[in-house]
């Protein structure tokens, strides 16, 4: 997509980029607001240091059904508001320390069938205000109990269909 493809559509609030062949995330304009952002079901492999520096306004970002293997440290650094983060069905394994310090509004994660063996590859903190962690279909191998005191008390991990 060429970057000023939605240039014009200052009013634009959800884009659906679903069941595509996008190989990596299209630059947009940061004159369009868009809140609400699906690029499922493309083939998208990894997430690279400021992917959404010009979408501040996401509030939901879906990005379930890709080839995700790898997320850098910087991906999600501008959004701030971002409420929701899907990345289910991708082949990720680990998440780097501090990915999601930025990430001071999300509330629901879902890393549904991925290939994460254990809850410490997650890299997450009690800092994040998460309500809601979805984790069925992974290959966990095993659950320490002190990992628990590092996530927010509220908390529910969904680890069962």
Same mark, same amino acid.
């Given at each position: 997509?060429?970057?000023?493809?939605?240039?014009?559509?200052?009013?634009? $609030?959800?884009?659906?980029?679903?069941?595509?062949?996008?190989?990596?995330?299209?630059?947009?304009?940061?004159?369009?607001?868009? +809140?609400?952002?699906?690029? +499922?079901?493309?083939?998208?492999?990894?997430?690279?240091?400021?992917?959404?520096?010009?979408?501040? $306004?996401?509030?939901?970002?879906?990005?379930?059904?890709?080839?995700?293997?790898?997320?850098?440290?910087?991906?999600?650094?501008?959004?701030?508001?971002?409420?929701?983060?899907?990345?289910?069905?991708?082949?990720?394994?680990?998440?780097?320390?501090?990915?999601?310090?930025?990430?001071?509004?999300?509330?629901?994660?879902?890393?549904?069938?991925? $290939?994460?063996?254990?809850?410490?590859?997650?890299?997450?903190?009690?800092?994040?205000?998460?309500?809601?962690?979805?984790?069925?279909?992974?290959?966990?191998?095993?659950?320490?109990?002190?990992?628990?005191?590092?996530?927010?008390?509220?908390?529910?991990?969904?680890?069962?269909?």
């Amino acid at each position: 997509l060429h970057p000023k493809t939605f240039a014009n559509l200052q009013y634009l $609030k959800t884009l659906d980029l679903s069941n595509n062949k996008l190989e990596e995330f299209p630059q947009i304009s940061n004159k369009i607001e868009v +809140n609400v952002l699906y690029i +499922n079901h493309n083939n998208i492999k990894k997430i690279i240091s400021y992917n959404f520096v010009q979408m501040p $306004k996401l509030t939901k970002l879906l990005m379930g059904k890709n080839q995700i293997d790898e997320i850098h440290v910087d991906a999600f650094v501008s959004l701030s508001i971002l409420e929701e983060l899907d990345l289910s069905t991708n082949m990720l394994s680990s998440l780097p320390e501090g990915w999601a310090e930025s990430l001071v509004s999300l509330k629901y994660l879902n890393l549904s069938n991925n $290939k994460f063996t254990s809850l410490e590859y997650l890299s997450l903190t009690s800092a994040l205000p998460i309500m809601e962690i979805y984790l069925m279909m992974n290959p966990l191998e095993y659950l320490n109990v002190r990992y628990f005191e590092d996530l927010p008390q509220n908390l529910t991990i969904h680890l069962i269909n």
